[in-house]
């Protein structure tokens, strides 16, 4: 049984166990946007439903623009980015939310002491800015 993470006008964001689909409402169309060891913590869609990023052991931001690939581990694409999913660079993330059309905010697990707390993420430069 899947499970909605984030919820747009013509999408959905949802996961089954630790795989996570772009459902399309008007066409029920399903891409696989990504994957994440332990389940994905959380996602979420911009208003203007260009891009969706979604949280767990590290981050992937989908950028919801033809030609809707499917999700590769470790690829160079234009389609999604994936950070903080290294071995030696994992960040546990349990929340994200989007501030406007190119920034993301989230927060990495307290338990972290060298990272956790909330930080700021440009969508398209991938400039991080740590809030606190």
Known sequence: MSLVLAESKNFRVTSE??????NFKNCKRDIYIGDFYGDPQAAAISCDESFCVMVGCGLIIYYMHEPFEDFR?????????ELFRENERTWWINEAEILDKLTIAFT???ADKENGGRYKLNTVTLELTKCN
């Open 17 to 22: 166990y630790e795989k996570v689909s772009l």
């Open 73 to 81: 581990y470790n690829a160079s694409t234009r389609q999604w980015k």
């Open 108 to 110: 990495v697990e307290e």
